[in-house]
């Protein structure tokens, strides 16, 4: 049975509206001087502080932590401001998948899995009622390779429940195939959702245990026994 539920944020849980985009850009004028600084980046699946890595490399400026904190401190900022003028979401199914879970007898540990950092991540999900649903998680900031952060959240799942976890009592859902990558990084089972912007076909290719088009077609019966 699974005793730990590893969510993916953006695309998974939530559609915020682009405002992480869209705070990134901002940032990349406000304090880097760099217009369209996001033009040539790609977002779906990947940590934070990569894509900010990749936004360095590309107009040569130096990757040190002083500009990662600038960077950062900045986003948060203008993140919670964002989130308040566009018009995000909570995705279907994603509040009865995590009330049944909450309810299941021997109820899994629920956490996140998320290319975001943490602020970033409480910031979202404190936005739209969800932050307190969950109790560990796996940031961006914690490691910018992602099949690293499944190691991490496994770890921490381990160290709150007291207990090895073989991969099968394991569930990683997201919506892309680098979350299906993580899952299996860890040997874990991976539940796929086409609500981010990979559609069905595309997730499927990639071999997930399951393919849903969004989380109320869940059947918790099937993904947790």
Known sequence: ???LVLFDIDGTLIRSGGAGEQAFARVCVSEFGVANGT?????AGRTDPSIVREFFQQHEIE???????????R???????????LDGCVLPGVQGMIGELA???QSPLLGLLTGNIRLGAQIKLGHYQLWDRFRMGAFGDDDEDR???AVIAREQGERILRRKLPGEDILVVGDTPRDIECARAIGARALAVATGNYPFADLSRHSPTWTVESLDQVKVTDVME
């Open 75 to 85: 986003y948060v900022f203008y993140l919670d401001h964002l989130l308040t003028q």
């Open 1 to 3: 049975m699974v005793r």
């Open 63 to 73: 990757p040190s932590a002083e500009n990662f904190r600038r960077f950062f401190d």
């Open 39 to 43: 033009a040539r980046l790609r977002f």
């Open 103 to 105: 309810g299941w007898p």
């Open 147 to 149: 099949n690293q952060l």
